[in-house]
């Protein structure tokens, strides 16, 4: 009798296995042959799925709708991610097999790994049919998945454009934060450097000035990510009554500190002369040469004085930026600037800190070694209290 029960469950097993093979090959003459044989229509594979994960995966609509026929559980789901056979069809774009399951009421709103629905997925992939199916049968447009993010927001970070205008038709909302992360689908396709993208979001109402939980507004966004062309565009297409927020120094203050030229020339172009600005003091400290010689292009004051009344020498002889101290005294910077904390000079901060090179160069350029600080001291002083004894060499061999 064992052996007898053995040899039955052996069969019952072929039995399923066909049946998935028929389903996934789309032989519905086999299919039909194996269910009236007894074969269950829900009968698991090795790996959880059914008969219909498999019709649905592969596109074979008529076994679907066979299998339904007699009995196949619509939303049964797959121990793998819980997956329906409606996401296996969404995923592997199969709008047929789609159109079957929503017929026979499959669920919109059947959650998948990180929490996508159905529409999620078709967002991501950019399969509208699918979408529009979707929609049609009550799929949220503004559903979140487990992570915080919409369909559109979805949408957004793949550059899917048709999806974007169908879900924005469908009264998707552009400035939906993501409650996580607080970006939106304009932050999205910002670092991703979406043109496209970015201009329909715009052109649907989506806000220049929102910040996401890090304080970056898309334009931050997109020149964090070096995306110029979105950058450009979000320039170019501001327009006030959109942009209380909208930060223009701020941006460009964060593309000298990064070093992106070419960032910091479009904002400038922007933004007119600049006068007296800091920004040559973090241009100075970066050592970013190129940024240095197009911010004085634009009219930025060489000698500007922070709020402890240091010039952008002084920054550059403190960090050691030899190059862009260089750049600074050729065009016109004066070496024998005192700041107002201490009363320091550039070539005091140079050697205190022990920059020889800039040391070397400030000599050359007529700084005064003798001048003291506030406290009394002359480089040569500050040199040696910080046994700084490259520079002290340097000094010394002044008259």
Known sequence: MPV??????ALVAAGVDDLHTAARSGDLKQVQALVGDGVSVNARDSLGGTPLHDAAWSGQRDVAEYLIAHGAEVDARHPDGGATPLH????????????????????VTAIYRTGETPLHLAASRGHVRIAELLIAHGADVNARDSTGATPLEAAAWKGEESMLRLLISKRADPNCANPNSGITPLHAAASRGYVGTAKILLDAGASFSVR?????TPLDAALQSRQMEVVNLLIQQRMPARIEKFDLGTALRDAVLRGQTNVVAMLIDHMGPLGSTTLLHDAALKGHVDIILLLLKHQADVNSRNAQGATPLHDAALAGQRA????????????????????ATPLHRAASWGRRDVVELLLAHRADPYIKDNAGHTPLDLAEANSQSDAVEVLKRRP
Do not use: F
Not at 88 to 107: G, K
């Open 324 to 343: 862009a101290a260089e750049a600074l005294l050729e065009n016109g910077a004066d070496p024998n600037a005192r700041d107002s904390e201490s009363g």
């Open 4 to 9: 007898l029960l053995w040899i039955a469950a």
């Open 212 to 216: 996401d939980k890090n304080g970056a």
């Open 88 to 107: 296996y069809a969404v995923i592997t774009n199969r709008p047929d097999v789609v159109e079957l399951l929503l017929a026979h009421h499959a669920s």
